[in-house]
């Protein structure tokens, strides 16, 4: 567009760029063979035989990806202020996972075409010279992303009556016309402290038990929130559980600051994700007793636990077997994740042309000073709020596992060019 007579002459705009895509491409990574039915040899009660390895899928094909990208590259006062304003849409149709068969089938787990997901947002990047004089300079680049994540369809072997996935591993739950990555469970109304609030409950609900019949002082209290008829039965059930969070941000990105004095540079660089939640789920396993405590490692916050004695506590109370089911999926261990991260801080020293002509046998010479994942603020109290997935996959992403944190790394080092 800055080539266009009516912008050809102008002192402003040293470049403005109207740019779009469109294309198709293909996605076969799903191992080798995975449409045939596979046999393999095997000792079954001393005699030789051939067992289903692989259930074959006859209607297996290629996972196909559309993406659509428009955008605005632009650069101002020669070259003071520059960047790029994009949307995108990226649709794929077909999309493969692996699905959990009947046992009745004699495997476990099979390669399928199991629906479409759409991806859609916007991307903004921006980078400018605050401050340009002879010793001293500032730039600052910063970028943000907009992203909206959506399963659009799944196949009809793969959804109940209410429109969630089945036949899926990995922790999480799927559902049609939602976005990948939500969690679905229980509402918490803080932990009883009262026995006659609990006996109140059991008397009004038809069952006789409000919520479980080990449920007890300290445990959490869940909301009975609907029945069969979409209102409250006086039970607390799968149907009680609704949306409890979302582990996509509404929006990341990071920014980057670069300072220079005479010879000396300054780096920093910030990550920041805004919106997003996150499953404290080692912080539920590893403060509840489900199996014989021989063998188990605890997190330290037990120590700090629910007793007649201590009614502040978060924890819920310490007991064998969990029969409240404490560590049910619920909205009592979903926090907010937004955070602010400081990435990498380099200083640098790099030394003048007129001292390396004097050495005679040096190009260039430099000394640096390097900090990595220096500090973090977030609200969060886990390790790490960036925490991405509990199996591996987009289905149990948010999850904190107790993953080893990132680590500060310092660097010191000389640079050096003949």
Same mark, same amino acid.
């Given at each position: ?11 402003? !705009? ?54 659509? @990208? ?23 149709? @077909?999309?493969?996972?692996? !699905? ?55 196949? +009809? ?7 969630? $996935? ?83 941000? +509404? ?32 912080? $539920? ?59 990498? !801080?380099?200083?640098?020293?790099s030394m003048s042309k007129e001292l390396l002509k004097k050495m ?14 220096? !500090? ?43």
């Amino acid at each position: 567009i800055s080539e266009e007579s009516f912008l050809e002459n102008s002192t402003f !705009v040293d470049e403005l760029k109207l740019r779009t895509s469109y294309g198709i491409t293909g996605q076969q990574e799903f191992g080798d063979y995975a449409w045939r039915t596979l046999f393999d040899t095997e000792n079954y009660g001393g005699t030789p035989s051939i067992i289903l390895s692989q259930l074959g899928n006859d209607d297996l094909k290629w996972e196909t990806t559309r993406q659509f @990208d428009l955008g605005v590259d632009f650069s101002f006062l020669k070259g003071r202020l520059s960047g790029t304003v994009a949307y995108y849409t990226k649709e794929t149709v @077909d999309a493969l996972f692996a !699905v959990i068969l009947p046992g009745s089938t004699g495997n476990t787990r099979a390669i399928a075409n199991v629906g479409s997901t759409l991806n859609e947002g916007f991307e903004i990047e921006l980078a400018g010279h605050i401050i340009k004089s002879e010793n001293f300079n500032w730039t600052l680049s910063f970028n943000i992303t907009q992203n909206k994540n959506t399963l659009e369809s799944l196949s +009809d072997d793969f959804v109940d009556d209410e429109g969630f $996935a089945i036949g899926f591993g990995g922790g999480g739950r799927l559902r049609v016309g939602d976005p990948i990555g939500l969690f679905y469970g229980y509402v918490s109304d803080g932990l009883f402290q009262d026995q006659a609030v609990i006996d109140a409950l059991n008397t009004a609900s038809p069952t006789g038990t409000y919520q479980r019949s080990g449920t007890s002082l300290g445990d959490i209290r869940f909301k009975d929130i609907s029945g069969p008829d979409g209102v409250p039965d006086g039970v607390v059930n799968n149907l009680d559980q609704q949306i409890i969070g979302d582990t996509q941000p +509404d929006f990341f990105g990071g920014f980057n600051n670069t300072f220079t004095y005479k010879n000396f540079s300054l780096q920093t660089f910030f990550t920041y994700s805004i919106g997003n939640d996150i499953q404290a789920f080692s912080l $539920a396993t590893d403060t509840r007793f489900t199996t014989p405590f021989q063998g188990e490692n605890k997190n330290r916050a037990v120590l700090d636990a629910w007793t007649p004695t201590n009614t502040s506590a978060i924890i819920p109370r310490l007991v064998y077997r969990d029969p409240n089911l404490n560590g049910r999926i619920s909205d009592y261990y979903i926090y907010k994740a937004s955070f602010l991260r400081l990435s990498t !801080v380099n200083l640098n020293y790099s030394m003048s042309k007129e001292l390396l002509k004097k050495m005679n046998f040096l190009n260039s010479a430099s000394l640096f000073f390097t900090v990595q994942n220096l !500090v973090t603020f977030t609200s969060y109290s886990g390790s790490d709020p960036e925490a991405t997935n509990l199996f591996n996959n987009d289905i149990s992403s948010g999850r904190d596992n107790n993953r080893f944190p990132l680590a500060k790394t310092f660097t010191l080092g000389v640079r050096i060019g003949f």
